[in-house]
C-alpha cells in the first residue's frame, strides 16, 4: 500500500489552520495514524486510527477521514508545532509512511 | 515509567554488521510487538518490519529481507536490529517503538511508545 501525502511543505504563521493530506493506493479502514518528528527527537505520535488524539496532544490537532483520504488538521498554530508530519498506515504488512510534510515558519 | 531505551551511537566499515538494542521497561514486554523504523540523513522516515515480543515472529519490508534480522531477549525485556552487508545507504538514526499486539489488557494507540534513537553511520 503505497501511501501519498500532501503537501511536501508548508509555510505558516503562528496561529494560522494547517491541513496536511494523505491518500492510501486502496482502503485501509480507519488503520491509520499521524506522527509529529522534530529534529533530533524520537517521533511522536498525536492521533491514531485516523481520529483518535494520543492522550497528552493538544486538542489543536485533529485528524478525519477513512478509507483511502485522510486528513491531518492543526488550528491556532503555536510555535512548537513546526515540525515535519508523517502519516503511517498499519492495516496490513507492510506498513508505510507517508513522504512527510515539513512545516516551517513563515 | 514506560521506556524504550536504545543502544549508543555504532560507526561501521562498508561491509561489516550492526546490532542495536532497545529495552523495554514499565510494561508487559511481551504484550506488544516491537517496530524498527530508520531515517537516513534528507529522507523520511521508514518502515524496516516488526517483531512478535511473546512468539518471535517477524515481518520484514521487501527491502530489507535477507539483510536485516530481527529478535528479542525476553529475560532482559529486550529487541534487537540487526543489519548486514552495511553500505553507506545504511547511515541513518535507527528507532525502535512499540505498538499493543492484542488488546485485552491495553488499548491500542498506534506506535504510542519510541526510543531515543541510534545512529548508526557506514564509512570506510
Known amino acids: 500500500i503505497q501511501m501519498t501525502q500532501s503537501p511536501s511543505s508548508l509555510s505558516a504563521s503562528v496561529g494560522d489552520r494547517v491541513t496536511i493530506t494523505c491518500r492510501a493506493s486502496?482502503?485501509?479502514?480507519?488503520?491509520l495514524g499521524w506522527y509529529q518528528h522534530k529534529p533530533g527527537k524520537a517521533p511522536k505520535v498525536l492521533i491514531y486510527?485516523?481520529?483518535s488524539l494520543q492522550s497528552g496532544v493538544p486538542s489543536r490537532f485533529s485528524g478525519s477521514g477513512s478509507g483511502t483520504n485522510f486528513t491531518l488538521s492543526i488550528s491556532g498554530l503555536q510555535p512548537e508545532d513546526f515540525a515535519t508530519y508523517y502519516c503511517?498506515?498499519?492495516?496490513?504488512?507492510?506498513?508505510?509512511f507517508g513522504q512527510g510534510t515539513k512545516l516551517e515558519i513563515k | 515509567q514506560v521506556q524504550l531505551v536504545q543502544s549508543e551511537t555504532e560507526v561501521k566499515k562498508p561491509g561489516a554488521s550492526v546490532k542495536v538494542s532497545c529495552q523495554a521497561s514499565?510494561?508487559?514486554?511481551?504484550?506488544?510487538?516491537i517496530q524498527w523504523v530508520r531515517q537516513a540523513p534528507g529522507h523520511g522516515l521508514e518502515w524496516m518490519g516488526r517483531?512478535?515480543?511473546?512468539?518471535?515472529?517477524?515481518f520484514y519490508a521487501d527491502k530489507f529481507e535477507g539483510r536485516v534480522s530481527m529478535t528479542r531477549d525476553t529475560a532482559i525485556s529486550t529487541a534487537y536490529l540487526e543489519v548486514s552487508s552495511l553500505n553507506s545507504d545504511d547511515t541513518a538514526v535507527y528507532y525502535c517503538?512499540?505498538?499493543?499486539?492484542?488488546?485485552?489488557?491495553?488499548?491500542?494507540?498506534?506506535?504510542?511508545?519510541w526510543g531515543q534513537g541510534t545512529t548508526v553511520i557506514v564509512s570506510s
Open positions: 517503538a512499540r505498538r499493543v499486539m492484542t488488546t485485552e489488557y491495553d488499548p491500542y494507540k498506534g506506535f504510542d511508545v
Open positions: 514499565g510494561y508487559i514486554f511481551t504484550d506488544y510487538y
Open positions: 517483531i512478535n515480543l511473546s512468539s518471535g515472529g517477524t
Open positions: 486502496q482502503g485501509i479502514r480507519r488503520d
Open positions: 486510527s485516523a481520529t
Open positions: 503511517l498506515h498499519d492495516y496490513n504488512y507492510p506498513y508505510t
